[in-house]
């Protein structure tokens, strides 16, 4: 009799944000034929902080999270980058998203590198008072490791103003009392009563409506009437949903955590918006538009398609269906490398994350720079500053996109490695 086993089949592994950004990365780097010694620098992370930490919940237990900050590469400046709280939230998301951010703010021209971190929670299932305690505590846990030289926090996924205020006045209070004031650009994307930004609530979803625009112009089209669909309808999807239907354009999709509805007669974005507020945040049973099945959301028949919410959305399950020309990620890292090759070969356009969404990270800069230099920077400057900016960036990207028959992703990787590149040879690091 033998004794037989069962031996497990290893499952296979799946693709992860991680390795999405850096078959993106190796794929440009092979382009400018990178210096090897920078490509090995850039290839990982500076520094990785794991910190768990106890925090006492409404009910006297104590629960202890994890939270993480990845500072990914600082050649160009302090780290920047956001804070995620969502129960995807690892090592290998915060790793993914810091490196995107590095390429985010070089190709934006800012003086940042990137870092990205959060916690992994879910923050629907906690208090107000909850929440407030968890950041706390997690800002006093990252102490020095953050600092509005060294490491400047944002929002992200499930994070905002309120969130930033918390985790600048926890910072500022473990200075003296005289160089409290001098550190409260430690964050950006405060309320704007505490030295948040005119419109950095809207900067990203702005830039994101800001380079659909652009790429219309440039294909001599407008964006009256053309039909658009959002996933993800927070902060990101919402405003740049409420810019485009400014400029006549028709939204007729939209998911978000807790379902999917379609109206191909157009749905309006403010009454979605208040819906969803009076409904615990959720777009399901929204009277205008009919629901959906979440898988089927991608292939609504429409012409710009935005997925603003996580990561890995567009994968080879889906590319093939999707039927829009045209795809701005105003997520980070929405799209995965085998959807990718998909949506190319397809000849749908892309407009890569990495600038797409750097609207909200120049907004950052702007805030940063109000409260370094004490100003009060107004609305109307702010957005006009924006759109210049990203225009720059926009031209550079399809320059170079053209001239070298490469796509706007590789294009934008390109031109932000290159920059970093040149910061270390001038350095005379790397002859
Ligand atoms: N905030 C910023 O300034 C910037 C954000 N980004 C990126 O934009 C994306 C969105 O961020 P932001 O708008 O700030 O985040 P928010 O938390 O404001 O909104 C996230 C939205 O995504 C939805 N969502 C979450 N999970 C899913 C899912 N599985 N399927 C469909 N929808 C889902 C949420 O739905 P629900 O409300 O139901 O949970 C919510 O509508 C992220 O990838 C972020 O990294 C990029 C640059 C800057
Ligand atoms: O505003 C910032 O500093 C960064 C925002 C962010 O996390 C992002 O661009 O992905």
């Known amino acids: ?86 129960p995807t939230v690892d090592i290998d998301a915060a790793r993914a998203l810091a490196m995107w951010m590095t390429w985010k703010t070089s190709l934006a021209g ?4 990137g870092a990205k971190g959060g916690i992994q929670i879910d923050p629907s299932i906690y208090s107000k008072g909850e929440l407030e305690r968890i950041t706390r505590r997690f800002t006093y846990a990252l102490g020095e490791n953050i600092g509005p030289e060294h490491d400047i926090p944002a929002p992200d996924v499930n994070t905002n103003d309120q969130t930033m205020a918390w985790i600048a006045d926890t910072y500022m209070s473990t200075k003296s009392t005289s160089e409290r004031s001098k550190n409260q650009h430690v964050v ?25 625009k652009f790429w219309s112009e440039k294909n001599n089209e407008t964006l009256k009437g053309k039909k658009f669909i959002v996933q993800g309808f927070g902060n990101v999807g919402y405003w740049a949903a409420h810019f485009l239907e400014n400029e006549g354009a028709l939204l007729v999709g939209v998911q978000d955590a807790f379902g999917s509805v379609q109206n191909q007669k157009g749905i309006t974005v403010e009454d979605l918006f208040n819906y969803g507020k009076a409904n615990n945040g959720s777009i399901v049973g929204f009277p205008e538009a009919s ?24 994968t ?10 045209l795809i701005a990620e105003g997520a980070n890292g929405p799209t995965d490398v085998e959807g990718e090759k998909i ?33 009060l920077w107004q609305m109307d400057e702010i ?36 920059r970093i590149e040149k910061a270390y040879i001038l350095r005379g690091i790397f002859p």
């Open 291 to 314: 629901a959906m099945e979440g898988k089927d959301f991608f292939a609504l028949d429409c012409d710009i398609c935005i997925p603003a919410a996580l990561g890995n959305q567009i």
């Open 110 to 113: 800012l003086p940042y590198g």
């Open 316 to 325: 080879k399950d889906n590319a093939r269906s999707i039927k829009a020309s």
């Open 188 to 212: 950006t994307g405060k309320p704007v009563g505490s030295g948040g930004l005119e419109g950095r609530d809207r900067a990203t979803g702005y830039g994101v409506y800001l380079t659909i």
């Open 343 to 375: 949506l190319i070969e397809r000849g749908i356009t892309i407009i890569p994350d990495i600038m797409c969404n750097s609207g909200g990270v120049i907004g950052s800069y702007f805030e940063w720079l109000q409260n370094r230099n004490g100003e």
């Open 1 to 86: 009799m033998t004794n037989e086993q069962t031996v497990e089949k290893p499952k296979p592994l799946k693709r992860g944000m991680l390795d999405n950004v850096l078959e993106q990365f190796n794929s440009a780097a092979d382009k400018i034929d990178l210096n090897p010694n920078v490509r090995k620098i850039l290839s990982i992370t500076n520094t990785e902080i794991i910190i768990h930490f106890p925090v006492r919940m409404d009910n006297g237990e104590v629960e202890v999270f994890t939270g993480y900050r990845v500072q990914h590469n600082n050649a160009l400046g302090p780290y920047k980058g956001g804070l995620r709280y969502h």
């Open 383 to 418: 957005l006009e500053k924006l759109e210049k900016k990203l225009r720059t960036t926009f031209k550079k990207v399809t320059a170079y996109s053209e001239e070298n028959n490469i796509d706007m992703r590789t294009a934008a990787f390109s031109i932000a490695i290159a």
